[in-house]
C-alpha cells in the first residue's frame, strides 16, 4: 500500500504544489496514513498466525523498517523531482514568452541575436 501510495500520488504532489513544504507535508500525511493501515494489517496477520504472514509474532522486523523506510525516502526524491519538473516547464515557458531562449550555438538569446549590428 506505501509503495501505490509513493508511486501514485509523490510526483503529482510535487508538480501540483508550488510550495515545497507543502508538497513534502502532503507526501508525509498520504505515506503515514498509508503506513499506519499498512502496519496494523501486517500485524492482524501475524497475531493470527495467518500462513506467510510478513512476520512472526516476538520478532522484531528490521527488514520491514529498512524498506518502508527506503519507499518513504524514495518518495520524497519523486516529490522533489515534480517540483524541479514544474521549476523548468513555467522557467522555460517564461522565457519563450520574452523570446529569451538562449542560443546553444552562439550563448546569445534569440531576442540579442535579432539585433543588427
Known amino acids: 500500500m506505501i509503495a501505490i501510495i509513493t508511486v501514485l500520488a509523490a510526483f503529482p504532489i510535487g508538480y501540483f504544489f508550488s510550495s515545497r513544504l507543502a508538497a513534502n507535508t502532503t507526501y508525509a500525511i498520504a505515506y503515514l496514513w498509508a503506513f499506519v493501515f499498512q502496519g496494523v494489517y501486517l500485524m492482524l496477520d501475524a497475531v493470527d498466525g495467518a500462513e506467510g504472514a510478513a512476520f512472526e509474532p516476538g520478532e522484531f522486523p528490521l527488514g520491514y523498517g529498512v524498506v518502508t523506510l527506503s519507499v518513504f525516502v524514495v518518495g520524497f526524491g519523486l516529490v522533489g523531482l515534480g517540483h524541479g519538473v ?32
Do not use: D
Not at 521549476?87 to 546569445?108: C, H
Open 86 to 117: 514544474r521549476e523548468r516547464r513555467q522557467a522555460r515557458s517564461r522565457s519563450s514568452a520574452t523570446g529569451t531562449i538562449a542560443s546553444a550555438a552562439s550563448g546569445k538569446t534569440a531576442a540579442s541575436a535579432n539585433v543588427a549590428g
